[in-house]
Structures are given as C-alpha cells and as structure tokens.
C-alpha cells in the first residue's frame, strides 16, 4: 500500500498516524489552513484514494467531490454524522466504521457521568483542594444512584451495554428506539417525553440524524424535571444546549453529565458555573485500549478493500 494516498483528516491518534505513515503516502488535512485546502485537495486530488475521518472531520460533499479517486471513507468512530454517506452511495464508495470495539468504554462513561453528577464527585473533588472541608465541615448530602430507573435513547450496542450496567446497580431500565426490541425485559416508551417523564436518569445513545437532532429539547427536559439527570454521551446536537443551560439554571432540570457538544471544542461558558453539571472533552472511547483497537480496525479495513477482500466492518 506504499504508493496508495491516504488522506487523514485531523490528528486523531498518534499510533494510526504512524502507522498510516509507515504503510501509505500519508496526506495530513489538519496541516494546512482551512483558506487553502480546497487547493491542497486539488493538488494531490490524483492520488488520494482513502479518506481517514473521526468524530470531528469526517468526509462531506465538497470533499469528496474533490477527490475524483476516492474509493473508501474509513471512519475511526462508529458515528456516521460526519459523513455524507448518500453521496458516498451516488459514487459507490465503500464506508466503514468502528463499532463494538469501544461499547463498553462508552458505556463505563455513561454510568460514571450519571454517579458523578448525582453523588457530586467533581464539586466534592474540588471542596477537599479547595480546603473548604477544613474551613465549612462536611459536604452536604447528595443523590443515590443505584435503583433510580434509567431511560435510554437509542437502545443499540451502547445502549444495551448501558442498560446491562445499570441493570447491575439495580436500576429498572426503560427505553426508546424507532422500534421494540423483543429480545429484551425492558420497558419500551414510544416516544422520547413518555421516556423522559418515566424515568429519573436520561441517557442518550442514538446515532445523530436529522430526526434525532434536538431529540432533548424543552419539552424533554421538563418532563425529566428537577430531580431528573440527564447524560449524553451521544453527540453534541441531539441536546438544545441553550435550552439545557435554561433549564439548569431555572431548576427545570436536575443536573447533567455532557461528554459532547454542539460546537466541539467550544462548550458553553454558562455551564462552567453550575455544580450539577459534569463536562467532559468528548472521551467516550478515549481508552488507550479502545483507541488502539479502533485504530486497528481502520487500518484492517484500509487493508482488506485494496487487496480486495471483504471489509471488516462495512456500513457501505
Ligand atoms: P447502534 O448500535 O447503531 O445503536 C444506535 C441505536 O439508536 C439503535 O438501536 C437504533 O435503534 C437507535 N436509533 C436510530 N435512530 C433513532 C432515532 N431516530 N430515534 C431513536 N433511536 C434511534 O450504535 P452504537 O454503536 O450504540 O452507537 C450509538 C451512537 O453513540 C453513535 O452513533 C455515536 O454517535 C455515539 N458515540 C459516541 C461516543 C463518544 O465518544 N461519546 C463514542 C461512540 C459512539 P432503532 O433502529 O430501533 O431505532
């Protein structure tokens, strides 16, 4: 594959970029200014058969418009927001993604934000540094989370790895998906504010689509209410982040563990304030275990499709 072009799209990961450098011609996107990559693209246009994308740049209509030898859009994420997959269909471009290998780190980070929101793990973190526990005494009492019911949005791989978590901590699981899941003992809403009002933490974990964009709108998070918790560990627009922040503030809403955002890296400084609330820098799989694993999977399916055998993990 020495010959082959490869176009990766930011800085993703230290050993697929090694890697990708090792075995291809390797074309770094992130280097050049925004201002001057339509002509970066242009100029290797001729041998850029790959496109490595992630979870921030993926492979739009303009890109892939632009590389007229594009064959395959190897994503090191299993979301697909980021890429125009139709226009990948029009072009019979094959498309993979990274599923299963990091279910289970996203799914640790779901339980982990909705524990820390409710037993106040960062804010209690902080009244020891601070020597407040010295100065105040003890930290005020905060919220269980074992046997609270948990509803999911978007029972799939995480989704299900979520509620087999929760199931654990004794918590009765509820959920929405386009569809019943028979193969299950939890209870099925039909629609995301029956969902939210049934439950007590709210997690979300569906692919973002248009239908799922603002999936956790006003309405939702009213019907999740002041005790209620919500975590998204799916991607940033599925939340109506100024409409959180107002429901936050005004007591609407419980409290929040956010791992993704609307405008990624920008968060909102309003939530900077607020105890209740848990942000983290988009880390669902950021494990060095998964991390690599994801890597491997990009670098199998780069390898299967140019020696023409079948793709690890085909979406198309
Ligand atoms: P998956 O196995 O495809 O599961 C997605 C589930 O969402 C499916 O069960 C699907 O079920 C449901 N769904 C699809 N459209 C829906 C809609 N309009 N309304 C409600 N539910 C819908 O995917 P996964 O591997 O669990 O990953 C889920 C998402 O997590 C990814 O797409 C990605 O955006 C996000 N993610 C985030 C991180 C992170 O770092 N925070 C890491 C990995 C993944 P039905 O078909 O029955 O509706």
Redesign the pocket.
């Given at each position: 594959m020495e010959a082959l072009g490869v176009l990766l799209t930011f800085p993703m990961n230290p050993y697929l970029e090694e890697e990708l450098d090792r075995r291809c011609k390797l074309f770094r996107l992130w280097e050049t200014p925004p201002e001057s990559r339509r002509d970066f693209l242009r100029a290797h246009a001729g041998s850029i058969r790959a496109v490595v994308g992630n979870?921030q740049v993926g492979a739009d209509a303009e890109t892939i418009d632009s590389l007229p030898k594009l064959e395959i859009v190897s994503c090191f994420?299993?979301?697909?927001?980021k890429v125009d997959l139709d226009k990948c269909r029009q072009r019979g471009i094959r498309v993979t993604n990274t599923?299963?290998v990091?279910?289970e780190?996203?799914a640790d980070?779901a339980i982990g934000l909705a524990i820390a929101v409710m037993r106040r793990i960062p804010e209690a973190d902080r009244y020891v540094r601070s020597g407040s526990w010295k100065s105040k005494g003890d930290y005020k009492l905060t919220t269980r989370f074992s046997g609270k019911t948990v509803g999911i949005?978007?029972?799939?791989?995480?989704?299900?790895?979520v509620a087999k978590r929760a199931e654990a901590f004794g918590c009765p699981i509820v959920y929405?998906?386009?569809?019943e899941?028979p193969d299950t003992n939890y209870t099925y809403c039909s629609n995301?504010l029956d969902l939210a009002a049934n439950c007590q933490v709210l997690v979300v974990?569906?692919?973002?689509?248009p239908?799922?964009r603002h999936?956790v709108n006003r309405e939702v998070m009213d019907a999740l209410g002041p005790k209620g918790v919500l975590v998204n560990?799916?991607?940033g627009p599925h939340v109506d982040e100024p409409e959180l922040y107002k429901a936050l503030i005004e007591g609407r809403l419980g409290g929040a563990g956010i791992?993704?955002f609307e405008q990624e890296p920008h968060v909102p400084e309003e939530l900077f304030g607020l105890e209740n609330v848990v942000l983290l820098p988009?880390?669902?799989?950021?494990t060095i275990e998964t991390r690599t694993a994801m890597a491997d999977l990009v670098l199998g399916n780069l390898e299967a499709h140019f020696t023409n055998k079948p793709l690890l993990t085909p979406v198309i």
């Amino acid at each position: 594959m020495e010959a082959l072009g490869v176009l990766l799209t930011f800085p993703m990961n230290p050993y697929l970029e090694e890697e990708l450098d090792r075995r291809c011609k390797l074309f770094r996107l992130w280097e050049t200014p925004p201002e001057s990559r339509r002509d970066f693209l242009r100029a290797h246009a001729g041998s850029i058969r790959a496109v490595v994308g992630n979870a921030q740049v993926g492979a739009d209509a303009e890109t892939i418009d632009s590389l007229p030898k594009l064959e395959i859009v190897s994503c090191f994420s299993v979301g697909l927001d980021k890429v125009d997959l139709d226009k990948c269909r029009q072009r019979g471009i094959r498309v993979t993604n990274t599923p299963d290998v990091l279910t289970e780190d996203v799914a640790d980070l779901a339980i982990g934000l909705a524990i820390a929101v409710m037993r106040r793990i960062p804010e209690a973190d902080r009244y020891v540094r601070s020597g407040s526990w010295k100065s105040k005494g003890d930290y005020k009492l905060t919220t269980r989370f074992s046997g609270k019911t948990v509803g999911i949005i978007g029972l799939g791989r995480i989704g299900k790895a979520v509620a087999k978590r929760a199931e654990a901590f004794g918590c009765p699981i509820v959920y929405y998906s386009r569809s019943e899941k028979p193969d299950t003992n939890y209870t099925y809403c039909s629609n995301v504010l029956d969902l939210a009002a049934n439950c007590q933490v709210l997690v979300v974990a569906c692919p973002l689509t248009p239908e799922t964009r603002h999936i956790v709108n006003r309405e939702v998070m009213d019907a999740l209410g002041p005790k209620g918790v919500l975590v998204n560990i799916g991607r940033g627009p599925h939340v109506d982040e100024p409409e959180l922040y107002k429901a936050l503030i005004e007591g609407r809403l419980g409290g929040a563990g956010i791992d993704v955002f609307e405008q990624e890296p920008h968060v909102p400084e309003e939530l900077f304030g607020l105890e209740n609330v848990v942000l983290l820098p988009h880390v669902g799989s950021g494990t060095i275990e998964t991390r690599t694993a994801m890597a491997d999977l990009v670098l199998g399916n780069l390898e299967a499709h140019f020696t023409n055998k079948p793709l690890l993990t085909p979406v198309i």
